[in-house]
């Protein structure tokens, strides 16, 4: 079972920051906190992971609290093609078990 | 890097026969990959772990005599659905584990293989 909860739905408008959070209360000090997207009739796509630093990569930035049980992606500059579901994913074991996700729609 | 392909893209069937859909890892090793089924509108639910030269470990519910996983090099698992039913119509999506680290180990997936059984 999924070990994360978020939000169902979100807008951003283009051009804006998309804040995308997730609640992840019973993560364990060693477990990695994945986020990956999926556009329409896609694989998942890889976006960043994160331990307990804040991480950044040429995609998103991810910002995990200190006490570790939420986390928020960041796309700094939303556009069209960033419109997808985004799941924010605790591995259990080696396996990814995917909870229901945000859709996010940017607007133009 | 990191690429993982889907073989066919798409396929169609009649009820009772069998499909096989193939995963590779086409720039890296990936001693575990794993299979997904995602049904309209619905997220991605694990149905097994793929681990090369062993058996699958399968998610319950998962029937393993009807999903046949082999995983026989370290790039390339297939997924046989066997007397396929409508009801198996479904996007089926794999992943190949990248091992920067034990802990790391982060998901890569394929395009998705779309599967309708008429």
């Known amino acids: 079972d999924a070990k994360t909860t978020q939000p169902p739905s979100m807008d951003c408008a283009e051009g804006r920051a998309a804040n995308l959070p997730c609640n992840h209360s019973?993560?364990?000090?060693?477990?990695?906190v994945y986020w990956y997207r999926q556009i329409h009739s896609q694989g998942p796509q890889y976006i960043i992971h994160?331990?307990?630093n804040n991480e950044t990569n040429e995609m998103a930035s991810l910002i995990i609290t200190e006490d570790r049980k939420s986390s928020t992606l960041i796309l700094p500059h939303a556009t069209l093609r960033d419109t997808a579901v985004y799941y924010c994913?605790?591995?259990?074991?080696?396996?990814?078990?995917f909870g229901t996700g945000t859709s996010l729609t940017v607007i133009p | 890097g990191a690429v993982v392909s889907q073989h066919p893209s798409r396929v169609i069937c009649k009820s009772g026969t069998s499909v096989k859909i193939e995963c590779r890892s086409l720039?890296?090793?990936?001693?575990?990959m794993f299979w997904y089924r995602q049904f309209p509108k619905q997220s991605l639910m694990l149905m097994a772990t793929?681990?090369?030269?062993?058996?699958?470990?399968?998610e319950q519910g998962v029937e393993k005599d009807k999903f046949l996983i082999n995983h026989a090099s370290l790039t390339l698992s297939t997924l046989t659905v066997t007397s396929a039913h409508p009801e198996d119509s479904s996007f089926y999506i794999c992943s190949a584990s990248h091992p920067r680290q034990v802990r790391e180990e982060t998901q890569y997936f394929g395009p998705g293989t779309r599967l309708l059984v008429l």
């Open positions: 994160g331990l307990k």
């Open positions: 994913i605790v591995r259990v074991g080696n396996q990814f078990y």
């Open positions: 019973t993560i364990s000090g060693n477990e990695y």
């Open positions: 720039d890296f090793q990936a001693t575990t």
């Open positions: 793929s681990n090369e030269g062993s058996k699958a470990t399968y």
